[in-house]
């Protein structure tokens, strides 16, 4: 019986060591943020922070791009913001919908929130730049505000009805 005992405790050792193992592999990243490229660095922050509310955590430069730059942070992300001397718009990066999907790269910050249709209203009468409004995007109940930053770029707000859970486990 002794003998059983210690092969299950090497056993569930071993399984143990395993999934801690697995464990520290899916939390060896973290997500930091992301960056986005931008016209006017001081344009950009006061427009997220009046209609986001985001606030400035760091500005520095950036040398070996020739880039300004503003660490934001908002809705549980950062973002870094990059005034890079001599950039330019590719066009076809911003494409209305449904086109915008059909290039591939990077296409949105993601937010969602309780409320969407409250928040659509509010965004309305800041003035903001829409893409779409309200769009159903599944068969799920999963909708979405799909709005524009002062350079175009795509933030994309989801109502929470039909979202994935977030911290979803496998």
């Known amino acids: 019986m002794n003998k059983r005992i210690k092969t299950l405790s ?3 050792l071993i399984l143990g ?3 801690a193992k697995e464990l ?3 939390e060896k990243f973290k997500v930091f943020g992301m960056a986005i490229s931008v016209k006017d660095l001081e344009v950009s922050i006061k427009w997220y ?3 986001l509310g985001f606030r400035v955590l760091q500005r520095s430069e950036f040398p070996l791009i020739n880039a300004k730059t503003a660490f934001i942070e908002g809705a ?7 005034e890079v001397k001599d950039s330019f718009r590719e066009a076809s990066l911003f494409a209305d919908p449904p086109n915008h999907m059909r290039l591939i790269g990077n296409k949105a910050l993601i937010l969602y929130v309780d409320n969407l249709n409250q928040i659509t ?3 309305e009468i ?3 730049v ?3 409004k309200e769009v159903k995007l599944n068969d799920k109940g999963l909708t979405s505000t799909l709005i524009r930053d002062p350079d175009g770029n795509f933030i994309s707000i989801f109502g929470k009805k039909g979202m994935i859970p977030i911290n979803q486990k496998k």
């Open 10 to 12: 090497i056993v569930l």
């Open 17 to 19: 060591c395993q999934f």
């Open 24 to 26: 520290s592999a899916q």
């Open 49 to 51: 922070h009046d209609i």
């Open 76 to 82: 549980g992300i950062r973002l870094e913001l990059l």
């Open 121 to 123: 209203k509010e965004l």
């Open 126 to 128: 800041k003035k903001v």
């Open 130 to 132: 829409f893409a779409f």
